[in-house]
T-cell receptor
Framework: GQNIDQPTEMTATEGAIVQINCTYQ??????LFWYQQHAGEAPTFLSY????GLEEKGRFSSFLSRSKGYSYLLLKELQMKDSASYLC????????????FGKGTTLSVSS | DTAVSQTPKYLVTQMGNDKSIKCEQN?????MYWYKQDSKKFLKIMFS???????INETVPNRFSPKSPDKAHLNLHINSLELGDSAVYFC??????????FGSGTRLTVV
């Protein structure tokens, strides 16, 4: 089976940096994804890691360590619009091609 | 052009009814999915389907059945609706070495 853990809630202030951690246990790991979901909307793709290391895309970066079963999403220069749920998901070849999601981290950004 | 579109956006119905949710993707993706997002925002895979294989999450009641008339469509049919079926249902699609794209969701309320 799969197990994906991430914090339930986080808070931060505008302009700050926040790191959202995700740990996972899977049988056939084949990639880790981060999605952003605003209330009442669809999840939207943020980043994808399949090899160890850091992937940077603008204000957002994602890191993966396969040996530790660990990833984080780093958000820099936080803006109010970054208040949303952040979903960590893994693709496990033992479970077909579907993404398996963690329970999500609700980030609240205040001024 | 909406990449993954699902209808209806909202569905309110009584217990015991049978209903369908439609999903269409114009991305040319090979695989489509149905996810259920509960009140705690947890996205859980229900089905994944391509033209060769249907993978069913074993926790999904057999009242739920996916129907795919062609590669671009995966509809979700639900028999004998129960209160616990109230949730947001997301359709998604993917292609090998490409990302996953989600529809805008269908909020089902069973009364």
């Amino acid at each position: 089976g799969q197990n994906i853990d991430q914090p339930t809630e986080m808070t931060a202030t505008e302009g700050a940096i926040v790191q959202i951690n995700c740990t996972y246990q899977t049988s056939g790991f084949n990639g880790l994804f981060w999605y952003q979901q605003h209330a009442g909307e669809a999840p939207t793709f943020l980043s994808y890691n399949v090899l160890d290391g850091l992937e940077e895309k603008g204000r957002f970066s994602s890191f993966l360590s396969r040996s530790k079963g660990y990833s984080y999403l780093l958000l820099k220069e936080l803006q109010m619009k970054d208040s949303a749920s952040y979903l960590c998901a893994v693709r496990d070849d033992q479970a077909g091609t579907a993404l398996i999601f963690g329970k999500g981290t609700t980030l609240s950004v205040s001024s | 052009d909406t990449a993954v579109s699902q209808t209806p956006k909202y569905l309110v119905t009584q217990m015991g009814n049978d209903k369908s949710i439609k999903c269409e993707q114009n991305l040319g993706h090979d695989t489509m999915y149905w996810y259920k997002q509960d009140s705690k925002k947890f996205l859980k895979i229900m089905f994944s389907y391509n033209n060769k294989e249907l993978i069913i999450n074993e926790t999904v009641p057999n009242r739920f059945s996916p129907k795919s008339p062609d590669k671009a469509h995966l509809n979700l049919h639900i028999n004998s609706l129960e209160l616990g079926d109230s949730a947001v249902y997301f359709c998604a699609s993917s292609q090998e070495k490409r990302g996953y794209t989600f529809g805008s969701g269908t909020r089902l309320t069973v009364v």
